[in-house]
């Protein structure tokens, strides 16, 4: 790199891509755990480099993007609509399968209606950003996803982030503003690195109080937790004191989308106003049949959503008991503290080497030296599936000096 660098003339404007060296870096350390190719999967195992490993690290939460029911139902349609709609909703590209699923998804989340999106990210970004406009004031949790932040940059109201989770920090700064100006409050349900919940039955009551709307992006909860899966509210059976609730399908509905839902004069508005909505080409046609497949087999299976949380439950006292820092997980994502970065890289490693692929995360998308190995699970993971990450966990914290034998965690971080 450095002798492209010598040689090449370029713009000023290019000069961080240059300096850019970290990745390449860690490359040559080989320890760089992302941008991994799969090269076959039955969705508890992948193969990597020639390797079959668990995957400990998906958000294929109900195990159903290799259900032969959804791959049936994404083949059947491609031979109807063909691969795609080369079009946004807005004009050509609204088929009756959108109409069909926007129908079913407003039913099943109890709301009047919903919106599709091409992708998660588009949602939020694309929702939060024209709901609130330079009159209003968000109010973002520090530790939203990203999608979320930049909806609210992109927005043209004025956004302050409260500290995650605290509700106190939350009520000063809406007591700060002016009471007669919009208001409107913004949580991820389920927080995608630690596996915590929002604090639903709190934020109700602050948004009641303070006449502020209530935004929850359940990316990771739709399909995962609550009365029937409906995600986060509904664990606290608050799901009609939420205003606007978005979800994802590139989870638990086994494709890739999103959609939010409302009354129906607010998902209007932004059906219409939209830009990300309006100028994005719609779902593919096989993207939304198998959609519409997981939400049926969701709500015809109910073992699936048991079996989630008995794992999710299994693993986090497990993992625990070993001597590990899970932070304060309530559900299928399970974080495990390592430290500092490239002890987390090494971690990942021996992990992989062992026969289990999980997520490394690292600053800023997590504390300085809190840098951690993201684990998540399926519903159809088996109990050997379990134990083996159990035991590669147990090896892999032993040698490095995570745990010890006793079951007693070896590196003092703060949860």
């Known amino acids: 790199m450095g002798d492209i660098k010598a040689e090449t003339s370029y713009s000023s404007v290019f000069k961080k891509a240059y300096d850019f060296t970290m990745a390449e870096e860690i490359k040559e350390s080989g320890l ?36 032969p029911r959804t791959i049936e139902a994404a083949q059947k349609v491609i031979e109807v609509y063909g691969t795609g709609c080369t079009g946004s909703r807005y004009l050509n590209g609204t088929l009756d399968l959108h109409l069909e699923l926007e129908e079913k998804l407003a039913e099943f989340m109890r709301k009047d209606s919903c919106v599709l999106f091409s992708t998660g990210y588009q949602t939020n970004e694309g929702s939060i950003s024209t709901i609130a406009d330079r009159n209003d004031v968000i109010f973002s949790d520090k530790d939203n996803h990203a999608c979320i932040v930049v909806g609210t940059q992109v927005s043209n109201a004025k956004t302050v982030r409260y500290r995650h989770n605290d509700m106190d920090h939350l009520r000063t700064l809406l007591e700060r503003e002016d009471p007669s100006v919009g208001k409107i409050i913004v949580t991820d349900g389920v927080f995608s690195m630690s596996g915590t919940l929002a604090k639903i039955p709190e ?45 994802t399908f590139s989870k638990s509905f086994a494709s890739l989308g999103g959609f939010l839902v409302g009354d129906k004069a607010v998902i209007e508005y932004i059906r219409h106003k939209s830009p990300a909505h309006i100028f994005s080409a719609s779902m593919p046609p096989a993207n939304v049949a198998t959609v519409l497949k997981s939400l049926e087999i969701l709500q015809q299976e109910p073992w699936r959503l048991e079996r989630l949380e008995e794992i999710s439950n299994y693993m986090r006292k497990e993992l625990k008991a070993l001597g590990f820092n899970v932070w304060t997980s309530q559900t299928p994502i399970i974080p495990v503290v390592i430290g500092d970065m490239i002890s987390c890289f090494e971690f990942w490693k021996d992990l992989f080497e062992a026969g289990v692929y999980v997520n490394a995360v690292v600053p800023p998308a997590v504390p300085s030296g809190q840098a951690l190995v993201r684990t998540s699970y399926m519903a159809t993971h088996t109990d050997e599936h379990l134990d083996k990450i159990l035991e590669a966990f147990r090896k892999v914290g032993l040698k490095h000096g995570i745990i010890d034998e006793n079951g007693q965690s070896l590196i003092d971080i703060n949860s």
């Open 32 to 67: 760089y755990p992302y941008f991994k190719p799969l090269q076959a999967t039955d969705g508890t195992t992948v193969n990597i480099e020639g390797r079959d490993v668990i995957m400990a690290g998906s958000n294929n939460y109900l195990g159903l993007t290799n259900d």
């Open 203 to 247: 934020l109700v009551q602050l948004a009641d109080e303070f006449d502020a709307g209530l935004y929850i992006d359940d990316a990771h909860a739709i399909g995962v937790v609550g009365e029937g899966g409906r995600g986060s509210a509904s664990v606290f059976g608050l799901m009609d004191k939420v205003e606007l609730i978005s979800g």
